[in-house]
């Protein structure tokens, strides 16, 4: 994460979804700087059919909770590709209300002071337009990043409330460790079951590699990301066929 504020000039990125997760964030836009706590009113937070976080205009008094984070025109070109802009998430630009950091931008991860009335700004938003029904089940590899993110959200400040009133409606509650653990694929269970059989059962519960732990995580990242660019290369594929087709 950038020490002091991201380079160039800066976009405020409101993000929803996985990109709580701040490792994640660090790996997608390395120049990012951390701002603040962040509120969407009038929207709605849901799992579209693609198994991902979204969110859409309502009239109903619903509200959408993130973190803001300032970032470079190289990490928003970055977040466009891991977004899939523009088939699987398009961009737009709402007045968001954000209470930012103690200490301003670049000063960590603490805890965001609620209790003010906040200040509005212009942020960008993703949104998918063409996927806006909730009531679909997340991806299993998505439920390990959202606990990641909520975690790091709850950290920063974000309600509890809502988090348990909204989020855990379609993301179930685990420890991002044992949502590791439950995407480690299956022959690898099957070698670590066969040397737990080599040692007693404490001893193994004891000496469960972290650096294994790291390696599943990092192999999640990036099949999600390889998942994500292939999804858009093909859509952009398909789209210079039918162009070509039909003589355009």
Known sequence: MASSSAAGNPTLYFAYGSNLWIAQMTRRCPDFCYVGVACLRGYKWFINERGFANIRETTSP???WGLVFAISPADEASLDRSEGVPWCYQKFTL???YWPIRGGAGAGMMPTDLRNEGTYANMLVYIDKERNLGRYKPRREYVVRMNNGIADALKAGVPMRYVQKVLRKYIPEGSPESGRQRVTPVRTQGRTQRR??????VRTQRVTPVRTQG???RRTQRVDDLEERIEAEVREFVKRLLDL???R
């Open 62 to 64: 619903n509200a959408v």
């Open 95 to 97: 007045k968001v209300v």
């Open 196 to 201: 737990t059989q080599r040692v007693t059962p």
């Open 215 to 217: 390696r599943t995580q």
């Open 245 to 247: 087709a039909w003589g």
